[in-house]
């Protein structure tokens, strides 16, 4: 009887959501072990966006957002190649490039992303700044166990991490929704302003695991 009560205790711990609001998490070395994995019950995906925010001072390539399904590593990854000074949406494994991002070092970056399978657009939100609108794949949406992680870029469903492609900074603030949101809604989450929470991934309700060096700290935001 107590074992199955701790069982059930443990059970309940692991999959009891979060509210991480005024946290971040802190990714403090380059690595390929250490990691976020959030949780998601969504298994099917045809609208998407995805916003987080992150503060780095990393001039090589890395990773913001890894999505990865059994079939397309890159199902939904947003990261910054370095060397062509490009922020690259990738979806189902077809990027779309964003160039002229104003991607500094060493201060806070709040990126909205969205793509439609109807049309097959992505486009992405830099600090209230809209891109162009590209086609990344249409047809379908992103399907299967999703695996989204934090710090690391997969390769693999849930694996083939390169450290040179890993994240070292803060991150907080990670939100995945099931539809587009307009550009007031955009405008609203990085303005910090009221917005409805992401009905996929919620930071405030936020179901995740962490693996290896990932701290959850007090956010450093400027000071109003
Ligand atoms: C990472 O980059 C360094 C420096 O460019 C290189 O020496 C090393 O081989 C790379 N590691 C991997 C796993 O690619
Ligand atoms: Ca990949």
């Keep these: 009887m107590k074992f199955l009560l701790l069982l059930v205790m443990l059970t309940a711990c692991a999959a009891s959501p979060q509210d991480l609001s005024g946290k971040m998490f802190t990714f403090p070395q380059p690595t390929s072990r250490a990691y976020v994995r ?18 780095t001072d990393l001039t090589r390539d890395h990773v913001l957002f890894s999505l990865a399904t059994p079939s397309n590593d890159n199902a939904f990854l947003v990261f910054w190649d370095a060397a062509k000074k490009e922020m690259e949406v990738h979806v189902k494994d077809r990027a779309a490039e964003f160039v002229g991002k104003d991607y500094k070092l060493n201060m806070w970056h709040s990126f909205c992303t969205t793509w439609d399978s109807t049309t097959g657009l992505a486009q992405l939100w830099l600090d209230g700044q809209p891109s162009v609108r590209k ?19 997969q390769d693999s469903h849930g694996g083939g991490f390169d450290v040179n492609q890993s994240f070292v900074g803060m991150t907080t603030d990670v939100h995945m929704w099931d539809h587009i949101l307009s550009p007031c809604e955009i405008h609203k ?5 009221n917005f409805t929470p992401g009905n996929v991934l919620n930071w405030r309700a936020l179901e995740f695991q962490i693996f290896d060096r990932v701290l959850i700290e007090d956010q450093i935001m400027s000071c109003h």
């Design 189 to 193: 989450y990085m303005d910090s302003l």
């Design 38 to 55: 959030l949780t998601t019950s969504t298994h099917d995906l045809s609208t998407v966006t995805v916003c987080h925010r992150s503060f």
């Design 135 to 153: 086609f990344t794949s249409s047809g379908s949406g992103i399907g299967g166990p999703l695996i989204i992680l934090l710090g690391q870029e």
